[in-house]
Nanobody, 115 residues
């Protein structure tokens, strides 16, 4: 099983990016999918999560700017990021929680927001 994250890049403050995370292989019993990020010198933090039932939750710092979604037919999760700020600069990781395997991390994609 692999999670292939893509869509990162360099953008000016106020701009937008859309991250994708494609699930390659089979994860049984997926119960949640999420995006995390890790900035230099900081701990990895949860950005957004979507449950199997479609419920979502977001870090306070990204509420109203970021939107998490998924396309079950394409086995892909997305993170639409609008009104980006320099403090959003980080490596973004996708995560899938299930029953087998219990969890899987993607390789990370760099997002850099210039001021």
């Amino acid at each position: 099983v692999q999670l292939q994250a893509s869509g990162g890049g360099l953008v000016q403050a106020g701009g937008s990016l859309r991250l994708s995370c494609a699930v390659k292989g089979t994860i049984f019993g997926i119960n949640n999918m999420a995006w995390y990020r890790q900035a230099p010198g900081k701990q990895r933090e949860l950005v957004a999560r979507i449950t199997f039932g479609g419920n979502t939750n977001y870090a306070d710092s990204v509420k109203s700017r970021f939107t998490i979604s998924r396309d079950n037919n394409k086995n892909t999760m997305y993170l639409q990021m609008n009104t980006l700020k320099p403090e959003d600069t980080a490596v973004y990781y996708c995560f899938v929680g299930g029953t087998r395997p219990q969890y899987q991390w993607g390789q990370g994609t760099q997002v850099t927001v210039s001021s």
